[in-house]
């Protein structure tokens, strides 16, 4: 008997998950709570909540653990002023599989907004995220 498919189907079965295992890993995978979702991939990250959505370049975990990293592009839709300055900074740990992460609006102009905190699953968002102003 052969334990060689056996051995690939936990390899394979163990690159699926979606938290990192630690310091220089890229951040990949999916994570959401109620009103917003982070997707990480290779080229790309993205943020979204009901009226924002930012895209940021790929996410590799620091030597704590951590990270943070600031937007590539910044959209904010509704009854909002913005400036195409304006851009997102992210950071943030895994807490086990949990996101926990903090993000900031950076603007050009005042006022600032304060860091919103907010803990994320693995998993994808079923709202479909919608700006209703």
Do not use: H
């Not at 994570?31 to 990250?45: F, I, K, M, P, R």
């Not at 009901?50 to 620091?62: G, N």
């Not at 943070?68 to 851009?87: F, K, Y």
């Amino acid at each position: 008997m052969s334990f060689r498919p056996l051995l690939l189907l936990l390899l394979v079965a163990g690159c699926g998950g979606s938290s990192p295992a630690g310091p220089g890993d890229l951040v990949s995978g999916k994570w959401a709570t109620a009103g917003a979702q982070l997707t990480a991939g290779n080229s790309q990250v993205t943020f979204a909540q009901r009226c924002l959505r930012a895209k940021f370049p790929p996410i590799t975990l620091d030597s704590a653990g951590s990270f943070s990293v600031e937007s590539d592009a910044l959209e904010i839709t509704g009854n909002i002023r913005t400036d195409p300055t304006d851009r997102m900074r992210l950071q943030g740990r895994f807490e086990g599989d949990t996101l926990k992460l903090q993000f900031l609006i950076l603007r050009s102009t005042p006022p600032m907004n304060d860091p919103v905190l907010i803990s994320l699953v693995p998993g994808t968002n079923r709202d479909p995220l919608v700006c209703n102003y």
